[in-house]
């Protein structure tokens, strides 16, 4: 059966940014695990499940009755009760202050290499999902990293939605420090969508594990921490190409191994990509 592993931010995921590609997936048979990096439940971010809520660079919900039910439905079940614990399955990259350094390096790439030869091949696709939360802790997550150039050497399918193709951009060889998108076409949150106020982070992550003094669970940070569009033009360097597909209703790109997709709107679309990439072969797509 195939099996697709979804990574989760805990500071808030977009809720049609894991649903549209989750259905996709449940439609298609897939058998569909879930990851976040601590092992922690991950939340909604509650803008994503309020369909009167304007988005303020669109001017407009972007949000409909049925997905933000879809969202709530989700969370309020218990399918992700038991994500895998992303932290306790890839191990902590070695600080190069350390004394024993090299050593530890050794130690470090022999357990990568492990995870890579011996856990992924049950893995058919990984697919990274957006909202603010991801900014917070994929992005720049070295043990998500790993998996990421660990299904590429294994040539699987790498699927990003959003703010989550930030993982993409960083993902890179640490002895080279290329990206892995270098050279790549791919689409992602543009800078016409960014907000001005209201990047928004959600979840229990006060000392005791609730809410209280975290904002009652949200807490707004003005604008995003960077604008993500300059870091994924960057990122694919001379020979690649960011394409933003602004005022289209759609931006899915799929240059294999990646499939990305520029934010809410296009979900389901990249879930409907993913599917034709491992049930279809397909390549290039959107460019």
């Known amino acids: 059966m195939t099996t697709v592993l979804f990574a989760i931010s805990e500071w808030g995921y977009w809720g049609e940014e894991l649903v549209g590609p989750l259905e996709a997936c449940d439609a298609a048979g897939y058998q569909v695990e879930f990851v976040t990096p601590t092992g922690a439940r991950p939340t909604p971010l509650a803008v994503s499940m309020d369909p009167s809520y304007a988005d ?79 900014m917070v802790d994929l992005a720049n997550n070295q043990r998500l990293h790993e998996l990421i150039l660990g299904f590429v050497r294994h040539d699987r399918p790498v699927a990003a939605v959003c703010y989550g193709v930030a993982a993409l951009a960083f993902a890179r060889d640490p002895l080279r420090k290329l990206s892995i998108i270098r050279g790549k076409r791919v689409t992602g949150h543009p800078i016409d969508y960014d907000y001005h106020d209201g990047t928004g982070f959600e979840g229990p992550h006060a000392l005791d594990g609730s809410t209280t003094g975290f904002g009652d669970g949200y807490v707004n940070f003005g604008p995003p921490f960077y604008p993500l569009e300059f870091i994924l033009r960057d990122a694919v360097g001379p020979d690649g190409e960011f394409i933003g597909n602004v005022g289209h209703a759609e931006s899915v790109i799929v240059d294999y191994p990646f499939v990305t997709a520029r934010s809410t709107e296009s979900s389901i679309g990249c879930g409907r990509a993913l599917v034709d990439v491992l049930d279809h072969g397909k390549r290039r797509y959107g460019w």
């Not at 660079?57 to 079940?77: F, I, N």
């Not at 994500?83 to 390096?105: C, F, I, K, N, Q």
């Not at 470090?108 to 957006?130: F, T």
């Open 56 to 134: 303020p660079p669109q001017g407009k919900s972007v949000t409909s009755a049925e997905m933000a039910a879809k969202t709530r439905d989700l969370h309020a079940g218990d399918r992700m009760d038991k994500p895998h614990d992303l932290s306790g399955w890839v191990p902590e990259r070695p600080y190069p202050s350390s004394p024993t350094y090299l050593r530890d390096a050794e130690e470090y790439y022999r357990r990568v290499e492990r995870v890579i030869a011996d856990d992924l091949p049950a893995y058919d696709a990984l697919v990274i999902v957006g909202g603010s939360g991801a």
